[in-house]
């Protein structure tokens, strides 16, 4: 699948199947993370790979209630280590970084054939608790991961000429 194609057919899955994902795909999707690109080419993020099962059961109330936390088989948190570089253009670098990094994951697990979902709402504090995350590390995102177990419609998207304008605003 090419990246046009996993960015069409990408959508945000709540329901997988138990079914284990294999280690070689987890390893190809923190690989994609790892060659992600990064302000200044710092690479001041971590990946935490969640799987056991008490674990995931633990982050459900973290993780404001979502079940899909305990039932997909995998979880990724997308951890800086590094949150007080500004940009020149007056952004974090380490939430666009990870941001980036998740995208990348993303795509990579559309391609080979499993579901995602981008976790922003939990408790960061509770999440560190649980995970053991040291209290300097921020949380940019939790990814779930598994096989899909759904196969959600397209979600209405705005046309092109409402979300681009060229040369100068308005």
């Known amino acids: 699948m090419d990246v046009s194609k996993a960015i069409e057919v990408r959508r945000s899955i709540r329901k997988y199947k138990n079914t284990e994902v294999e280690d070689e795909k987890i390893e190809k999707i923190l690989e994609s993370a790892r ?3 990064s302000a200044a080419n710092r690479q001041k993020w971590k990946f935490l790979v969640v799987k056991d099962d008490a ?3 633990k982050l459900v109330n973290a993780c404001h209630g ?3 936390v305990a039932e997909a088989p995998v979880l990724i948190v ?6 007080d570089t500004i940009m020149p253009c007056g952004q974090y670098a380490y939430t666009v970084d990870l941001s980036i990094a998740l995208s990348f994951m993303i795509l990579q697990a559309t391609e080979l054939e499993l579901g995602t979902c981008w976790l922003g709402a939990y408790d960061e504090n509770l999440v560190k608790t649980i995970l053991g995350i040291p209290d300097d590390i921020r949380i940019v995102g939790i990814i779930s991961l598994g096989y899909a177990d759904e196969k959600p419609a397209a979600r209405p998207r705005k046309t092109i000429e409402e979300i681009v304008v060229h040369e100068k605003w308005g």
């Not at 997308?78 to 949150?83: D, K, N, P």
């Open 78 to 83: 997308a951890c800086s280590t590094e949150s």
């Open 55 to 57: 674990t995931r059961g």
């Open 35 to 37: 060659i992600a690109p």
């Open 66 to 68: 979502q079940k899909l």
